[in-house]
């Protein structure tokens, strides 16, 4: 079965660190860019960042909003990505999705929440 | 990166045509053919509807197309089914290996 499975969210104070992780399964998750997305309560999609393949090199982008505070990076031999987020601000709070990069996003997984608050 | 501008909500009845569109500018919607849709369900992740402005993924409808002139792309619901009820998303490439998608539309089946 094709899917992804996102974990590590919880409760965080502003100011701190956490690192979700994505397991791919069902597809050949090396030839696959990875984004995640996030989306607070009751708002709309936010594009987050994500990551080329290996033979891009690995290649990272990130939205203006978070660039310099989140790093995305992957492990083929696990089948995972990860969300590396720190100096997380109360503004983070959301639920946040891996998508894999195909033909558009065509692969999502049920989303893993974070919630920065004191 | 600014979100792209899609209306609050559209409503329609059963078996009539909705049309919901997606305005950004010539540095995203404009500037590539590559703008997707995606249908959320209360709860649920995102789907793909369209993606490249106008293809369907295999499983998909023929009753959802897209279509792009400018700096607008537009997802088109035809025969309007109960089911279709949801919000609705557009994507878009922005650039330098970024996104950006839409503000929402909740589609409301009348």
């Known amino acids: 079965e094709v899917q992804l499975v996102e974990s590590g969210g919880g409760l965080v104070q502003p100011g701190g660190s956490l690192k979700l992780s994505c397991a791919a399964s069902g597809f050949t998750f090396s030839d696959s860019a990875m984004h995640w997305v996030r989306q607070a309560s009751g708002k709309g999609l936010e594009w987050v960042g994500r990551?080329?393949?290996?033979?891009?090199?690995?290649?990272?982008a990130y939205a203006a909003s978070v660039k310099g505070r989140f790093t995305i990076s992957r492990d083929d031999s696990k089948n995972t990505a990860y969300l590396q987020m720190n100096s997380l601000k109360t503004e983070d709070t959301a639920l946040y999705y891996c998508?894999?990069?195909?033909?558009?996003?065509?692969?999502w997984g049920q989303g893993t929440m974070v919630t920065v608050s004191s | 990166q600014s979100a792209l501008t899609q209306p609050r909500s559209v409503s329609g009845s059963p078996g009539q045509s909705v049309t919901i569109s997606c305005t950004g500018t010539s540095s995203d919607v404009g500037g590539y053919n590559y703008v997707s849709w995606y249908q959320q369900h209360p709860g649920k992740a995102p789907k793909l509807m369209i993606y490249?402005?106008?293809k369907r993924p295999s499983g998909v409808p023929d009753r959802f197309s897209g279509s792009k002139s400018g700096n607008t792309a537009s997802l088109i619901i035809s025969g309007l089914q109960a089911d279709d009820e949801a919000d609705y998303y557009c994507?878009?490439?922005?650039?330098?290996?970024?996104?950006?998608f839409g503000t929402g539309t909740k589609v409301t089946v009348l």
């Open positions: 998508t894999k990069a195909g033909d558009g996003f065509d692969i």
């Open positions: 994507c878009s490439y922005a650039g330098s290996y970024t996104s950006v």
């Open positions: 490249d402005v106008t």
């Open positions: 990551i080329r393949t290996n033979t891009k090199n690995y290649a990272t």
